[in-house]
């Protein structure tokens, strides 16, 4: 509340909380179903490597985005790497990806499950003959803000 008797969303031009969110505590966004068909979503293509993002900060509100991560034979790994504040989630989906987990690689079967917290030092590869896809979820969100840049860096390697 401010000293007007409102609160501060109210001098923003937007509803009061209590007005934007449902019973449940959801906002409209966040209640909002998703239905993508396969292969839908927004593509970005770095290398051998294409990320689909099917749920992104936009329609989470940042609670979390959803992706999918295509690894072509031969993708050597794009870089051991740690996110600070988030946490990330794999779900093997098909082929026989190598995920680094700390200091050691492990190949993982479709089914396999892989929380990975905040700090831990990742990457991951695909040495085999057959095409490896992930499904991803990112705690909180907000990594596709990141996509640009990054496929602006895979583009210079290629140059090199």
Known sequence: MNA??????????MAPLKKRLGKDG???RRRDVI????????????????????????KTEAAYSVSEWILEPGL????????????????????VPEILIGNCWR????????????????????TGEAT???LNLFIPGGFERNMPRICAWFSDQEKL
Do not use: M, W
Not at 76 to 95: C, M, T
């Open 76 to 95: 050597n790994g794009i870089g051991e790497h740690s996110h600070v504040a988030n946490d990330e989630v794999f779900y093997v989906l098909e082929g």
């Open 35 to 58: 239905l993508l068909q396969p292969g839908e979503g927004r593509h970005y293509r770095l290398g051998l490597l294409t990320g689909v993002f099917k749920a992104d900060e936009a």
């Open 132 to 134: 490896a896809r992930l």
């Open 26 to 28: 959801l906002s409209d």
């Open 107 to 126: 190949y993982c079967t479709p089914g396999t499950f892989l929380r990975i917290p905040a700090g831990t030092l990742h990457d991951f590869r695909n």
């Open 4 to 13: 007007a008797g409102g609160d501060r969303t109210e001098r923003a031009g």
